[in-house]
Structures are given as C-alpha cells and as structure tokens.
C-alpha cells in the first residue's frame, strides 16, 4: 500500500483510509462505489519503464506499485495476467487497418476475472479474513476458487451462482473445491442472499462492483496492452459490459499509466453489451439514471439486469470521449465462429461480444476504417461449449470407408 | 533447417535426408519411426544460455536451433508454450518433498498438443501443402485446427475423429473452422481411414507417430521445464502416455540439452498409462512387442489401444533408467479433485494421469520421498467437463433465502 493515498467516492467526493474491508462510501450506500488514489509523484521516483523491462515476472503483479497491495502479503501462486497479445488478421473482416487482440480465456482458470480474484486473496489476508465469498454468474466465481485452491488450505471461497450458471462453470469451482451455492433465482437475488450472508459471517467480499480493490486488478488487463504495444496506445479500447467493472477498471489502468507518463494518448473505449441486457448502454445513451432489465442474453458472463458499477462505467465511458453499443445473440454466436476460424482464439459469448461490437461500431461509422483498435476476449470458449454448439452445429458423421468418404467430400464440394 | 543433420531409423538405422514428407522408413513400415538428427557441435557454436536468456519470446520459438524448421518458414501467430511452472504445495500428499507442476493446459487451444501442431503448419508449408490432416482422440485435432485457423484462410485442417470424442473438443475444432469428419469406429479405424485418404488425396500427415517433426514440438515441454528449472534438473520428469510419441519427445528435449551442454543430469523418466489401456506399460514390463488392447478408459485422450510410437516410448523410458506404472479411472478423477482444490489447475482425465502416477510411484517404492519430481499437466479440464462432474457431484442448491442458507451451513457443518 505503499503508493496508495485514499479511497475516494465517486458520487459525492468523500475520502476514505484505505483499509481492506472500506467497500463502499457509508453516506452515499449503493451508489458510494469507492475508487483508488495513488501518489503517481511517488510512484514515479521509484519506478519506470526501464524497471518494468527488467522484470522478469509476467504476470500481474509486474506491475505492483500500481496495485492497492502491501508487497509482503502472500500472493496466490496461479500466473495471473501475461496473456497474448495478436496483431490480428480479422482486421479487415472487422471494418478495421489495424487490430489487437488480447485472449484473456487463458489466464488460469479461463478469464480476465482471474486478475481480480487474485487482488481479493490478497486484500483478504490483509483483512485477517480466510473466507472469501462472492455471488457471480461463473468466472467471478471460478476465478476467485481457483486463486483461492492455489493457496492451499489456507482459505476457502464460497460462491452463489444463479442456478442458470452453465455446468461447465459450475463444475470448476467445485473441482476447485469451493463451497458453491446454487441459488434459484436471478443474479440480482443471487447478489443479495450473498451480501447478507457476508454481513452475518463476517466473510471477505469479492463482489466487484463493491469491492474497490478488484476493478485495479481488473486494470492490469489494459496496463498490459500498452507494455505489449511498447506504449503506443490504440484509438479504440474496446470490451464487453456486464457489472461495469471491467471497463472501469481498463479505464483506470490508462489514467494511471497518463499519470506516471508511460503512455502520451489515452484510447477511447467502447462498451459493448448484449442486446437482451443493455441496461447501461440504454443510461448512457439516455443520460438517465439506470432502470434495471431483464436478462435475455446467451452472454451469461454479462447478463446483469442490474449492474452496480455502472456509475464508474458510464464515466469511464465518458471521460474517454467513447461510445457504447449492443449487439444480438446472434451476432455474437457469429463472431465466435469468425473468430475460431480466422484467427484460432476461441472465446465464450461475453467473451466474444466485445469483438463483435467492433464489427457494428465500424458498420455504424463509430469507429473509422483508419482508427486502431484493441480488444480483450474476455474468457474461454471451452466454458461455455453448449452456445459455441449452436454457433457451429455437428460434424460429419461417417463409416470407417475410404469410398463413404469419398462420396462425403464430393458433396461437401471440398 | 540449419542444423538438422538428417533422419534415422530408430528400427534398422538407415539415414534419409530430412525432407518435410519423409514420414517413416520405407524399409521397416510401420515400425520404421525416423528421429531427427542435429548438429550439435553447430547449434553450440551459435547458441547458448545467454543468447535464449536475452529473447523476449516466451512461445517454443525461443527454441528454434532445436527445431526441424526452417526459421524463415511463416510461424502459426497463435503463443505456444510458455506455460507457467509453479512449485506445489501437493508434494507432501504425493509423497515427495519437491514437486513441480506445469500446466500445459494453458496452451492456447488448451493441450501440450499445441507444441506439436504447431510444426505441422510450418513443416505442410515447407512441404508445399496447404491441407493438414491428422486422426486424433481430441487434442491433435483442436491444437492442429486451432494453429491452421491462426493462418487465416491460407491453410484448412481435414480432423478424423472418433465418435466416442467428447463434444467440448469435437466443438473446439468445429470453432476453429475444421473439416470434421466423426468416424463411427475405434480409435484404430479412424487412424486407418485417415492414412488412406492422406495417401489418396496428397494431405500433409499430422499424425504424431508417423511425422518424425512433431516429436521435435514436443519435446518444448521438457525444454522449458529445464529453462524454467534454471538447468538444474528434477530426479523424475513425468508424463501420461498414449500413443508414445509426448514422452519420447520429452526424453529427446532432455537428450538434446545434454548434448549441447546446457544440462548435466539427466532426470528418470516415469510413463503413467490408463489401467484401462496400457499397452506400452505390458510390453515395457514383459520385455515383448505391443500387443493391441482394448480402450476402457475416461481419460479419452491417452487412450489408444494401438500405440505406434510405443518403440521410442519404451527407447526412452529405458535409456533414462525410468519406469510405467498404470492408474486407475478411480485414481485419476480422485486426482482431479485433489489438484483442483489444492493448487488451482484444473486437468482433463488424461492430463492428470500423471500427477495420479506420481502418487503411485512413491507408494511403491519407485519415486523415493527425497527425490525431486516434475510433471505435466497435458490438457485443460474445461475440455472434459462430463468425466469432471463425475469426479466432483453438484453444487448445493437453495433458494434466495437467507434463514436457508443458515439451515444449509449448519447441516454441511461450515
């Protein structure tokens, strides 16, 4: 914590120590979501690129002095972050000269969500606290079990998920030995049955949008970017939208990185959410308060009828001079398949959406054929294999014989 | 192709230049594996530690003087290798005092399998071919359409697999745009009816055992763990075993850095076969040719009832002084769960077989507590989430009710 000033709150401007357990600002209640302060003078006159350079570590914690942790706590061994960086061939296919894309799916456990889950143990430890819980409809969950295993028997994770969690999800917090609470209800009740039962046992919080410490985990997703693109920043940033948190958090990781002078030019973003979910694409377009929505979406992983950072969000959004945009089901079902075949990245639906938005906001002349782009695919395909099934359908089915085979490609044209 | 010397015979010797289509030796058919010969005495002329110390790419390119490629050949864009290596806390339970775990599952389409693949779609340019094809339990097949996707549409893999494949990978490579033709027979007919169309139809040959260079992307696994060992080698390197081909890679990455001085000691290798389906480990411990086995067991992807790598297997396991020992179903979902929940890496049935094996080896005497081990997780457990459900049950299940859950915590005594 050696770099961190305060916790301030982004609806009225109160200042806060920055304790482990300050989750959010007491006067301002759901709406009091903190953020991080750092002494970007201090941290200047100890670190620089050069230093960064130097450091052999790959994963997140490479960039430390931008993190609200204390050196010394215990870190979760799994290597978080470090993930590749393409210079993509789908560029074109997208609207775009020049694409990035970064393949958050193969973090540890399949998702960018792993880059908070591994601030959450540490905060926790710092709180004196062994259980951590949290309510997440999967890799939030997954993500903070998986990081929490590695610590051995030290701690213990319990997670809610709504009882629409897809199995594969599901099954992975419990190989990773969580204690998992299949909740029948929304991701709104999930939320709220997790909250009270936190308040009652005293547990660490990892819910994001609550936590302030998680969105500058989330951070080191756009921070990494700008060190794989030897600092020169894209136009365009661009990622799906579901809690808010993420791309708040990618918008902190530019405004921190302007600060200590790494980087000259701060990208604009682009939210992307789903169509049957958008209900902050519909406030930032509106210039409204959030109304919450139903969750109509095949994007399980960004399928929240009310998200609690939106606030931090639509800011986000805002301070870059950026857009939001939605796109269907259908739309992201294709762009798994497009992706797949062109490129050999394989994400799930929330994982992809924020790809397909590109495709729309350059057909929508949002983003310019000229402008470069950089986008995170933000988990793993293999979670979610009953939607990638309806967006590719089943293979060829044959006989072990050379002439059924034959007949098969010839009407197969191949 | 700077220091490939030639191919040999591992049966009768004989030499062939190392043309990208010399696939097995003419004289000795199916037993006629080749291996690739280097120039040592030239690689270490050029290359040394200093010099891989100082390239920043961590994918298995960083290992080219050790490759059968020409370096000038166009690389599939997709970062294979440098998978994390963590020293894990499961040793004790395993019954050693050091141990370390790698996890290939983190491999971009999720298996070690991406090493090999990816020299397939430099070695068909080479060849002047722009189709792939391979048979394959799974992993092959998604590395191999994964790797040829990255190269946009230049290149189209044609992926025969067995009906039994479980439909997270039969997906995965629907994704990524392969030609999938599901083959209504054993693992063995699929092979069969693949070399036939191959022959027919002049396809570049991804199957393993065949293509002496895949072998070559392989044996990255055991070089990076002596990198990442910083040279100084662990008593025991463990693999699950299949076909042959991943472990007699592993003991020809170990043969190399010896030879080139960069290791002094060579590790005993210990192969861990499916009770289900060991053939290699009955002819290993009879001392006689393979005999066919039937295939009964969940870890789908080493289970190949025919092995034909099983010569530079068996080669291997001998010249490092090692062992076989089987693991039963039983032990192998028992192992995904102990891995999950103590150390955050989430295996397939197969590519915990291993880890399964370690526990049995130092319960029989053959691993002793004081000697260091290391292993290799082959594929990501996403891949097979049905064998995972077996191994861990269902969540808890309640509704949005907080007196429920107090119920609930109570009965589970938490």
Same mark, same amino acid.
């Given at each position: ?83 590749? /960086? ?87 917090? /419990? ?157 992201? /079902? ?81």
């Amino acid at each position: 914590m050696k770099y961190v000033k305060d916790l301030v709150c982004i609806s009225c401007g109160e200042k806060y120590e920055a304790s482990p357990t300050q989750y959010l600002c007491p006067k301002c209640g759901e709406k009091g979501i903190l953020d991080v302060e750092y002494d970007y003078e201090k941290i200047k006159k100890d670190w620089n690129k050069q230093d960064l350079k130097a450091n052999p570590d790959p994963s997140i914690w490479r960039y430390s002095p931008l993190l609200p942790i204390d050196p010394n706590t215990p870190k979760p061994p799994l290597r978080v972050g470090g993930t590749p /960086l393409y210079k993509s061939n789908v560029a074109k296919l997208l609207g775009v000269e020049t694409l990035y894309i970064k393949d958050d799916g193969l973090n540890p456990t399949g998702s960018l969500k792993d880059r908070a889950s591994a601030i959450a143990v540490v905060k926790a430890q710092e709180a004196g606290m062994n259980i951590v819980a949290c309510a997440s409809t999967g890799n939030a969950a997954s993500s903070l079990a998986g990081n929490i295993a590695s610590m051995g028997n030290e701690m213990k994770a319990v997670i809610f998920v709504p009882s629409r969690a897809p199995i594969g999800k599901v099954t992975q917090l /419990l190989v990773f030995g969580a204690l998992v609470l299949s909740v029948k209800g929304s991701y709104e009740e999930t939320f709220y049955l997790s909250q009270e039962a936190i308040d009652k046992w005293g547990w660490y919080n990892r819910n994001a949008a609550i936590n302030p410490y998680l969105v500058e985990g989330k951070k080191t997703s756009s921070i990494e970017i700008a060190e794989q693109l030897n600092w020169q920043m894209v136009d365009w940033l661009v990622y799906s939208v579901g809690d808010g948190c993420t791309i708040a958090g990618a918008w902190k990781g530019m405004y921190d990185l302007k600060q200590i002078g790494f980087i000259d030019k701060l990208p604009r973003l682009l939210g992307v959410q789903s169509e049957g979910c958008a209900p902050i694409t519909q406030a930032f377009k509106n210039g409204t308060d959030l109304v919450p929505v139903a969750e109509n979406t095949i994007a399980d992983s960004i399928a929240v009828g009310k998200p609690r950072n939106y606030i931090k969000a639509i800011k986000a959004v805002k301070d870059s001079n950026g857009d939001m945009i939605n796109v269907t089901d259908d739309e992201i /079902l294709n762009m798994i398949k497009i992706l797949g075949k062109n490129t050999g990245i394989f994400g799930e639906p929330a994982g992809v959406a924020g790809v397909a938005g590109i495709k729309k906001a350059t057909e929508n002349g949002i983003i310019k054929p000229t402008e470069s782009v950089a986008v995170v695919v933000t988990g793993n395909g293999l979670k979610d294999i009953k939607n990638a099934e309806k967006a590719v359908g089943a293979p060829l089915t044959l006989q072990p014989d050379l002439k059924e085979l034959s007949q098969l490609l010839k009407d197969y044209n191949f």
